[in-house]
């Protein structure tokens, strides 16, 4: 059902009455199946996203805990590329800090340590969310399964040293066509993205999946998540790592 409303852009229903409601090792043996088939497809895996780390944003969806999905190549934008119509089906934007390792994470239990040697270096980014289940209604279950409701992100293209920014108070704000949208600070992601981060390491390294050199890390939203509209055009400016831009394409037919 995932792969079909993927492929040809309508959205299904939810899927948690198929691999029960609180059954979190059969939403992730589904993410898994898909993850298969997108690898034998051709696809590359990049990374991973860190999703439900923001209270507002578990608040919004009706969940307690974070989850994960997957990052693959050609889910990743430049600063202010354009996002063609029709690409997605239901998109929403939110504002996050990218972490990018330089050597792996493979133990089931990292020290803060481990994690702040095995970055290289942070970017901004916009992570662009979607869903493949109509009306987001979903519940933990239906948005492991999604891929933790992955669509495309977009990387700032100006590196920073950990060292360089106080991720526990830095402040973000999300703006549309230069309006503020979504406020929030680097101590909303789980209190400091460094936290959700050791979370995912831990978690990948115990299911046998370990973080390695070169992966990208999305930590997880500095605020509320924001419904996207052809035309949009979000800028993201986290305090201490500058900005980055998602640009929504104006709707098929419609004028630039």
């Known amino acids: 059902m995932l792969r079909q409303a993927a492929s040809s852009g309508l959205p299904c229903k939810p899927v948690r009455d198929l691999i029960g409601m609180n059954d979190i090792d059969a939403a992730y043996a589904v993410q898994r199946l898909n993850h298969d088939s997108q690898h034998a497809a051709g696809r590359r895996m990049v990374g991973s996203k860190i999703g439900l780390t923001s209270p507002a944003v578990q608040r919004q969806l009706g969940v307690s805990q974070p989850d994960f999905g997957r990052l693959f190549a050609d889910m990743a934008l430049c600063d202010g590329e354009e996002i063609a119509a029709g690409r997605l089906i239901q998109p929403k934007v939110e504002a996050e800090i990218v972490l990018v390792l330089e050597h792996d994470l493979p133990h089931e239990k990292h020290t803060l340590a481990d994690l702040i040697r095995a970055t290289a270096y ?48 830095c402040g973000m704000v999300l703006e549309r066509a230069g309006e503020p949208v979504s406020v929030g600070a680097g101590a909303a ?68």
Do not use: Y
Not at 192 to 206: I, M
């Open 189 to 256: 992601c789980l209190g400091n993205p460094l936290h959700a981060a050791l979370w995912l390491a831990d978690t990948l390294a115990q299911r046998g999946d370990a973080l390695r050199a070169g992966d990208i890390i999305l930590t997880g939203a500095l605020g509320p998540m924001v419904t996207a509209s052809a035309g949009d055009v979000f800028t993201a400016r986290i305090e201490g790592m500058g900005h980055v831009s998602a640009r929504f394409a104006q709707a098929a037919g419609g004028s630039q």
């Open 122 to 169: 942070l970017l901004p980014a916009i992570e662009i969310v979607d869903s493949r289940i109509a009306g987001w209604d979903i519940s933990l279950a239906d948005t492991i399964a999604d891929n933790a409701s992955c669509g495309l992100f977009v990387l700032g293209n100006r590196p920073v040293q950990l060292k360089d920014v106080d991720l526990l108070g």
